[in-house]
């Protein structure tokens, strides 16, 4: 005979069927299987007590999340990686989780750092915030002159040839931004028919 289930379950599946074929009064049966409750509880309990300690804090919950930035925080960083190295290091050193944030200009418009200075070609800046770990994105790419990554982009993804970046400026504007660096991706992106430099970008698709 087999059972299926937990050690418990196939306890007391055993134990019915010793019942049922061999006729065990079924008061002492209930006495048993109560008791075998009781220990199996029991051992389970005791097991807990020596858990590791790592399992346990694994159980945690996650840390509180610290407060919302400030909106007017969040639009200066925002405004001043357009050009304003300085004070881009200073506010990112006051604070680094301004690496990711993004301001809204209006109906959906989000903008972060590295995309302000993606889209008005500001290398140095834009290289000091990738260093930091910010987000990366095919405009920032072709802007800084990444042939490959826009080929790579492209080829799996065409109908992104003209999409929308920050403000409306698309793929072919962030790499005439990139100046000479940037020439054989204007190239390429020419090559696919990409003639807009800037796509209204509260039309609707």
């Known amino acids: ?13 055993l134990i019915s069927y010793l019942y049922v074929v ?8 209930e006495t048993y299987i109560n008791r075998s409750k009781f220990i199996y509880r029991t051992m389970a309990g005791a097991a807990a007590l020596f858990l590791p300690v790592s399992f346990l804090k694994a159980q945690k919950q996650e840390p509180e999340r610290p407060g919302q930035i400030k909106l007017e925080i969040v639009k200066e960083f925002v405004g001043v990686s357009h050009g304003k190295f ?6 990112l050193e006051n604070d680094p ?18 995309e302000a200075a993606g889209h008005v070609g500001n290398k140095e800046i834009a290289s000091y915030l990738l260093g930091k770990g910010a987000r990366y994105n095919i405009y ?16 799996s993804n065409p109908q992104l040839l003209n999409s929308k970046g920050p403000h409306g400026f698309t793929m072919l504007h ?17 090559s696919l028919g990409a ?3 800037k796509i209204n970008f509260y039309a609707k698709a």
């Open 1 to 13: 005979m087999f059972f299926r289930g937990s050690r418990l379950q196939n306890f007391l599946a």
């Open 86 to 91: 300085d004070r881009v290091k200073e506010m």
């Open 140 to 155: 920032l790419g072709c802007m800084l002159g990444y042939l490959d990554i826009a080929k790579q982009v492209l080829s």
């Open 195 to 197: 003639k807009e430099t």
């Open 174 to 190: 962030h790499a005439m931004k990139g100046g000479e660096e940037s020439k054989a991706v204007v190239d390429y992106l020419q």
């Open 97 to 114: 989780q301004l690496l990711h944030v993004s301001y809204d200009w209006g109906g959906g418009d989000y903008e972060s750092g590295i």
């Open 22 to 29: 061999f006729g065990l009064d079924p008061i002492i049966m």
